[in-house]
Each structure stands twice: as C-alpha cells, then as structure tokens.
C-alpha cells in the first residue's frame, strides 16, 4: 500500500512538473478551477466541489489548524462563495501569515479563472485557529475586505508537499 502510493504520488508529480515548467504560458492563457490546480500542485487526490474536500480528507489526509508549506487551506461555502474555496501554501511567513498560491480567485486582466502565486493570506481570527482569513485580492492590490470563513489545513505527503511546491512554475505574481 505504502509502495503503491509513493509511487501514484511520484508519477503526480512528474505530471504536474513536465505541464507547469514545459507550459507556464499555456496554464496561463487557460481557464483554471480552484480544485483541479490544488490537486494538481498539491499531490492531494481530492475530487469535486472545493466546498466538500474538507469531509472528503477524513481518514485519508491529515487535517489540523497549522498552517504548513504544501498543506491545502479549505474555505467553507458561504452565500458569497457557495463552492467554497482551496488554495496551497507555499510559504509559512508567521504563525498568522501564509503565501497561497491558487486559481480563480482575483480578475486579472478582466477574467476570472487565473492563477496567483505566493499572494498574502492573514488569519483573523479571534482564537488564532485560521478559522477567518483575508486574502489578497489582486483588482484592490491588497487584502480583500471580507474575512472568509474556513475549515484548517489538509496535509499533503512530506515528499510530495516539496516537490510539487518546488515546480518553479511561472505563474501570475500579483502580490507586490
């Protein structure tokens, strides 16, 4: 079992390294969904509606309230986000600042579907459980106004967290 699944997480990864560093312009000029590009930079095998990965983890990945580089921050539904939303971390700058990279989250040159990396997500939480975030929201080139609810992190595979994270695709960078 341990075997089998090294070796899916490895050919994971070999996938997503060969289509972001062989087509950075193509993912680009593509439309992307929030979950299929987590899954794809994350090595986590979830399906479906961001909204729903968080149940789908139980007893399959790790979840917890600590943020870690490669771990997959789930938004809950909510009426203005009834999707939900999944974002990887690629960078832990504090105890209540991350990097996320992920996909249609900001307009970008007038259209939705565009991936942003390492843009500023901020606990606000009262408790400091990352159960509320703000994220940066590229049209205001800041942190957005609302504070999302969320349901913690789930933790990719060590191997597969370092390797997917350390794809160096070149994406969209709107965090300056």
């Known amino acids: 079992m341990m075997r089998t699944s090294f070796w899916a997480g490895m050919a994971a990864m070999l996938l997503a390294s060969m289509t972001l560093t062989a087509t950075p312009a ?53 009426r203005a986000m009834p999707a939900g939303h999944v974002a990887t971390v690629s960078e832990v700058v504090d105890a209540r600042t991350v990097k996320l990279t992920h996909a249609n989250w900001s307009i970008i040159n007038g259209r939705r579907g565009q991936v942003e990396r390492d843009v500023t997500a901020v606990d606000v939480s009262e408790a400091g459980d990352w159960s509320k975030v703000r994220v940066w929201w590229g049209p205001s080139r800041g942190l957005g106004m609302t504070a999302y609810p969320t349901n913690g992190f789930i933790y990719a595979a060590a191997e597969a967290a370092k390797a997917m994270m350390a794809t160096g695709a070149e994406m969209v960078k709107n965090d300056d």
């Open 26 to 78: 193509a993912a680009q000029s593509q439309y992307w969904q929030c979950a299929p590009f987590a899954r794809m930079i994350s090595g986590i095998q979830l399906f479906g509606r961001a909204a729903d990965w968080w149940a789908q983890a139980a007893g399959k990945y790790q979840r917890g309230q600590t943020p870690k580089v490669g771990s997959v921050l789930s938004f809950r539904a909510f």
